[in-house]
């Protein structure tokens, strides 16, 4: 996690998925696209086809949260084959997860196209993952044209 008085970084996921690959140093934010991922382009499915593959017992449904046990997983990919959606990408999975060093901030922000730097708070674009890490990307229901207007929310809660 980032220091309260770091930095702020940005991770845009339209731009990430234009990269090739995952070079070193963005490799390392590996974890933290993982985590983005599974929070803003998974489908969060009812009945998770990659939760109910895993022979380990790797993945849990918590809610609408999907998280994945770095000692469980043995790297079998059955949940990549899994999902429908190809949310589950083996390039973002890091099994055996390290902490972001902070350190190599600076170089990572100058080094990395999908990664910048400034001032975020959440928006209907902008996930907040962590103290001072937020991810932007299109959410997949807003894709479809399926997410509730601000309008519909305030109907549905009546």
């Given at each position: 996690?980032?220091?309260?008085?770091?930095?702020?970084?940005?991770?845009?996921?339209d731009?990430?998925?234009?990269?090739?690959?995952?070079?070193?140093?963005?490799?390392?934010?590996?974890?933290?696209?993982?985590?983005?991922?599974?929070?803003?382009?998974?489908r969060?499915?009812?009945d998770?086809?990659?939760?109910?593959?895993?022979?380990?017992d790797?993945?849990?449904?918590?809610?609408?949260?999907?998280?994945r046990?770095n000692?469980?997983?043995?790297?079998?990919?059955?949940?990549?084959?899994a999902?429908?959606?190809?949310?589950?990408?083996?390039?973002?999975?890091?099994?055996?997860?390290?902490?972001l060093?902070?350190?190599?901030?600076?170089?990572?922000?100058?080094?990395?196209?999908?990664?910048?730097?400034?001032e975020?708070?959440?928006?209907e674009?902008?996930?907040?993952?962590?103290?001072?890490?937020?991810?932007?990307?299109?959410k997949?229901?807003?894709q479809?044209?399926?997410l509730n207007?601000?309008?519909?929310?305030?109907?549905?809660?009546?």
């Open positions: 996690m980032l220091n309260v008085e770091s930095k702020m970084i940005l991770i845009d996921l731009k990430f998925y234009e990269e090739k690959e995952l070079v070193a140093p963005c490799d390392e934010l590996k974890g933290m696209l993982e985590k983005a991922i599974r929070i803003v382009i998974c969060h499915c009812e998770a086809g990659c939760v109910s593959s895993c022979p380990q790797a993945l849990k449904k918590d809610g609408e949260h999907l998280s046990s000692y469980l997983c043995t790297g079998c990919k059955t949940c990549i084959l999902c429908p959606f190809g949310v589950n990408v083996d390039e973002i999975v890091e099994y055996k997860r390290k902490p060093d902070i350190r190599s901030l600076d170089t990572i922000i100058k080094s990395c196209n999908f990664v910048m730097e400034g975020f708070e959440e928006t674009d902008i996930v907040k993952l962590e103290d001072n890490i937020f991810v932007k990307a299109v997949w229901k807003k479809l044209g399926i207007t601000p309008i519909e929310e305030k109907l549905n809660e009546r």
